[in-house]
């Protein structure tokens, strides 16, 4: 198991950025594939990006790409998504999560962070 504890969300006007953090802790973090998802009111939560375990292969949904950036310092145990121009349909929760397996979709992640809110305003 690892805990995961998310920061950095916040309010923001549309076409900000923001960068979020995930801290975690337990067993050995480069062990880990680790992403973002994030959820809306009244929707299921959603795939936003991911990251291999050494850093070097990742991947993020067509709705992201080239606005935010997954990253990972295994040396501080901490993953990071940069967003930048931001849209109000950003505005979500938004989850860390690790997995031994390369992650794909919520269904099969073992490890979730509390979430941290991200709201974006027109």
């Known amino acids: 198991q690892v805990q995961l504890v998310e920061s950095g969300g916040g309010l923001v006007q549309a076409g900000g950025s923001l960068r979020l953090s995930c801290a975690a802790s337990?067993?050995?973090?480069?062990?880990?594939?680790m992403g973002w998802f994030r959820q809306a009111p009244g929707k299921e939560r959603e795939f936003v990006a991911a990251i291999s375990r050494s850093g070097t292969s990742i991947d993020g949904a067509d709705s992201v790409k080239g606005r935010f950036i997954i990253s990972r310092d295994n040396a501080k145990n901490t993953v990071f998504l940069q967003m930048n121009s931001l849209k109000p349909e950003d505005t979500a929760v938004y989850y860390c999560a690790a997995d031994s397996r390369i992650i794909t979709v919520a269904s099969t992640i073992s490890n979730w962070g509390q979430g941290t809110q991200v709201t974006v305003s027109s």
């Open positions: 337990g067993r050995t973090f480069s062990s880990y594939f």
